[in-house]
């Protein structure tokens, strides 16, 4: 029996073997709608970012990274070559357009629209995996019934959010339903007086879930690459500009090379060997990638700042983005290679990076320095220079050791 005949055997969900394990070209289509929201984040952060700015775009990448790997989640179930769950994708990316379009004024004139689009989609797709999984794999039918729990509780945090008058009040009443909805796979979405849910309703291809977070990574990082060029094509190419738009191009490099070369190829191979996928997928996957996507979105932002205005003096919050992004990144790949088996004696130069950023960023607080937005965009751009150039070194003389020994 061919894998596409297994697969249609099984109704919705997805077959057997490599095939399943393949990233579909819908999800690819789909994926775009989260490189335009990316992009929308730093409509929130704003071209002056302030504490309460910076804060309101932590809680919207949260959001957009919750509604993207739940919906991984589902894809890994449900065979996207099947018509319905094809149809259900293209919802989904419609109400996504929807959400990343009243990004930039989520707080503002657009919270209504982003809160119940937020949570219509939630809805949509958990309501399209029941129906997908109830006949051939009802206990994930049952996992995904206690979502719709938890996102009712979360709900009424976030239409309280969105009737606040004051954007500090609907910053909090947010930022409990993030929390809200974040316990819940850590609590196996625990229900009173019928307990969590068991692991058997969230055994999931390790493949396919571990290729669909690199692919989200690449869209992150494609943000950088969107401002190295925005960068270049609306300003005068200055020796300051072009020493920033270098700068951020080297950190996108920089931390590709730092997720590619020594993570994700190895994630992949831990995650497929664990008898328990499913614990691997919460922890490395839905809850420590958030903190790289975070990292990410922060530290690009900070790039982009020391674009536009590349002689002006960093105040901390714009030391913040650039050296608290980089550091939170790194501090992600720690976690994240740690959860994956790699031994700490093995990433000692991410350690090192992060505190030597958080050194940076405390001069800078401390006054002892004062550096420009560019200045402080080449100190960081020298810290992950100097990470990757470690981090090489020591992989090439672990390897050869394990080798000879």
Known sequence: MTANTRS????????????????????LFFDLVFAFAITQISGVLGDEPTL????????????????????????????????????????????GLVISEAIPAAFTTRAAVFAVAYLGYGVIRTLGVIAGT??????????????????????????????????????????????????????????????????????????????????????????????????????????PVVAAAVAAFVDAVAMWFLYFAHGQDRGRHYFAGRSSPGAVARVSYTYLHVVLVLGLVLSTHGSELALEHPDAAADLVAQALVFGGTALYLAGLVTFKMSIGVRPSWIPAHVAGVGALAALFALGAARAVEPSRLESALLATGVLVLVVVLDEVLWRRRARADAAG
């Open 8 to 27: 249609r055997a099984r109704g919705f969900l997805r077959g057997e073997g490599a095939e399943a394990e393949r990233v579909t070209y819908v999800e």
């Open 52 to 95: 309460l700015s910076v804060l309101e775009g932590v809680i919207v990448t949260f959001a957009v990274w919750w509604i993207w790997v739940y919906t991984a989640w589902a894809t890994n179930w449900l065979d996207p070559g099947r018509r319905r769950v094809l149809w259900l994708l293209f919802a989904l990316t419609a109400v």
């Open 134 to 239: 109830r006949r051939d794999a009802p206990e994930i039918a049952g996992g995904q019934a206690r979502i719709l729990v938890w996102t009712a509780v979360a709900g009424v945090f976030w239409i309280g959010g969105v009737v606040a008058e004051s954007p500090w009040v609907r910053l909090g009443a947010w930022a409990v339903a993030i929390a809200i909805e974040y316990a819940g796979p850590w609590a196996l979405f625990w229900i009173p007086g019928r307990g969590r849910s068991s692991w058997s309703a969230w055994r999931i291809r390790a493949g396919h879930f571990s290729e669909r977070a690199a692919l989200f990574i690449i869209i992150v990082l494609g943000e950088s690459i969107l401002v190295v060029g925005r960068g270049l094509t609306t300003h005068e190419l200055s020796a």
